[in-house]
């Protein structure tokens, strides 16, 4: 297989010709498949069923059907503790998903700003520092809340820490979005140097909080996981306590949309918050907190429920990885990961062909996730990225998917060396 | 039994070494009885267990287990659509309690205005007008986006709509919390003239919202319910379509905490809800929202289920009220009105004589709601209203707490017309 850069005009022909004989086969079986959002498969779900066998809501002799215990419940409070490395004061259990505990965090800055600081909403200007690629809905909150988002390019051990170091400097820089494990999409977990570099920043503003979105903090793939080094353990040591707030949730440990979420922060952030919640709820959901401490009973518990998830998402990244070498490989027109936990893959096409790539697949009825979507605004500048969530489809259909992907990277890309492309 | 306001000073000297006796009496049993707040008592939590028994989460093919479908499943769309007499569009489920759906409504209001208007933020001053005696977690939340709040006082039909017109020509005030049925703490139903008012009101604020809070919608105690006229209906005759807004949730159904709550409005306010929404949450809670499907099959099952509610509230208020009317009727130092439905009992005593009333209960074992709580920033001016919550404690001890308040109302009412309270 020789690189398509080096080509000449005829040989790319040919082999267009070649690619759009197999891309109009694949078209027309008229396939309806998704590798748009990291979704568990139904094999997955299934997984979790005995979660609600649970009978008996009652704890420390509390009725924990009724009313009350607005930061959660003791033992749910520390099963989280326990699987964050932090204790029990720095844990609240929020809602059915951390996407809520972040929007509303960023809300509460918004109108009554950080610990007694100034509200976001009172000041000209309010930034934040986005690593892209990254996660659209960490994007779609910002944008929400009209603050401005600055990418800083991921490296293969975080975000580019030279960058995020001189855009601090500036005071009207709150804060930073990361997925530091797993990262989405590229499931690159940072290096100790990077978390040590985070958390001994000193930014200008005083209110400056880092969301450290663990979505995938025990998400393995494979036996032995990537290893995070624990930003509480940093913080302290640089006078940082108060910097970042953590969250995770259940959602892809049991059901998405009704699983809970958790917190993790500094005591003085944790009052910070509950000042908030204390207006917005009476408690999140008591029973369903209950239900997952009988169902996974301690950490090791969590540990053995993801080594079955685990062995189900295995071979789908896998499958996606082989047809990604064996198709693209050599070829010089693309680029990837090889994560080894997280939902997702993240694909680097030539410039110009991500979001053609995405029309040919949506034509031969792929969905991929919206391209340019792993940037603030929607905007990938190089048109370059895709993201891959290999989860939610069937093996058999996942493996006619990233064929139709790796097919349809092929053609933009070809289109694009023959300068066919329109736009 | 004479009136306390016409007795002589030795007769209240007499009375009062009397009822000192009993109270020393209920002191001595060293009690620990909750009246505070309005808590389901544990046989009621019971009434719904057979909730849980649902094992099968999809709907139309749709797994609900998975993410997605962010307004809520349509067959639990459709059974609250059917409860509150509006269309399926007209609903969007919400997070396990109805606070947090008002709460966010109004962070909404704040940070992004409504339906395109100024945000709240933006504006000088913002003003809401609260009908007293009320419920201080709607006081809470305006409090906390520093909203003022402007008391109109109750009449048993609802809020003095005379009072509510004349404050509604000011543009500075944007809204109105509203208990319409039952309403905590009196358990009045707004009249038909009322509702027909508040629905034909014209604002000078163009962004002006009611949060129609409808809480007890279908929490009758007796067979025969009040009956709510349906603002929806009024408010399209006077071009008011967008001036509500309504909420209810299933926390007094079934489970506090873990039910689910609904809000009701013009397609225009769901549309402008859902933009936030699509920020905030991918769903909330499916599966819960199935389980309360195949518990209640239709709204002729709620009525059902709140028919074996009824059976157990009702014996506790009779019980209160009785109390009342035994110890404090023709004394001419209380009112109270018999609700209906609901879950609180308003007991208006003598001027300056409510918050003695709360300590002599406190000292004795009995927590009420605290006493001003039903008034803006925690302040009744006249210090008289005392908000009797029956629903939580076992008949036994409730009969007991009942007493104890009598006698505690006695006594502070003796104290203060005998000139020895010393505030």
Redesign the interface.
């Known amino acids: 297989m020789s690189a398509y850069t080096t080509m000449t005009r005829e040989e790319l022909l040919a082999e267009k010709t070649a690619l759009q004989e197999r891309y109009d086969a694949y078209k027309a079986m008229g396939l309806k498949l998704d590798m748009s959002?990291g979704?568990?498969g139904?094999d997955q779900?299934d997984l979790s069923?005995a979660l609600?066998d649970?009978?008996d809501y009652v704890e420390d002799g509390i009725?924990l059907?009724?009313?009350?215990i607005l930061d959660g419940i003791p033992s749910c409070k520390k099963l989280f503790a326990d699987l964050l490395e932090v204790e029990p004061e720095n844990i609240l259990l929020g809602?059915?998903?951390s996407?809520?505990l972040m929007?509303?965090y960023i809300?509460q800055c918004?109108?009554?700003g950080v610990c007694g600081s100034t509200?976001w909403?009172?000041l000209p200007k309010v930034k934040f520092i986005c690593p892209v690629p990254g996660y659209d809905?960490h994007f779609?909150?910002l944008?929400?809340?009209n603050i401005e988002m600055i990418s800083v390019p991921m490296t293969m051990e975080g975000p580019d820490m030279d960058a995020v170091e001189a855009l601090i400097q500036d005071e009207s820089v709150k804060g930073m979005f990361c997925v530091p494990k797993y990262s989405n999409p590229q499931g690159i977990t940072y290096s100790d140097a990077v978390v040590t570099r985070i958390g001994s920043m000193k930014p200008a503003a005083k209110d400056f909080r880092i969301i450290w979105d663990n979505a995938y903090c025990i998400h393995e793939i494979y036996d032995e996981g990537d290893r995070l080094l624990d930003i509480f353990d940093v913080l302290p040591l640089h006078g940082n306590d108060d910097m970042v707030i953590e969250v995770c949730s259940t959602?892809k440990m049991t059901?998405?949309?009704?699983g809970i979420s958790a917190l993790a922060a500094s005591e003085r952030n944790i009052a910070d918050i509950k000042k908030?919640l204390?207006?917005?709820?009476?408690?999140?959901?008591?029973?369903?907190q209950h239900r997952h401490v009988r169902f996974f009973k301690d950490v090791e518990g969590i540990k053995a429920h993801m080594k079955k998830h685990a062995a189900i998402l295995r071979p789908k990244f896998e499958m996606v990885l082989e047809h990604l070498e064996n198709e693209l490989g050599g070829k010089e027109i693309a680029s990837w990961i090889k994560p080894r936990g997280g939902y997702f893959i993240s694909l680097d096409v030539m410039n110009g062909c991500a979001k053609r790539t995405g029309e040919l697949c949506k034509e031969a009825g792929v969905t991929l996730t919206t391209v340019g979507a792993t940037y603030p605004y929607g905007l990938d500048p190089n048109d370059s990225n895709i993201r891959i969530a290999p989860s939610l489809p069937p093996v058999a259909e996942l493996d006619l998917a990233a064929q139709i992907l790796c097919v349809s990277v092929k053609l933009a890309c070809i289109e694009k060396l023959l300068g066919e492309q329109t736009a």
């Open positions: 959002r979704k568990p139904k779900l069923m609600l649970d009978t009725d059907r009724n009313y009350g809602p059915n998903a996407l809520s929007f509303d809300a918004y109108s009554h509200p909403s009172k809905r779609t909150i944008e929400y809340f959602s059901f998405p949309g009704a908030r204390n207006c917005q709820t009476i408690s999140y959901d008591k029973m369903n």
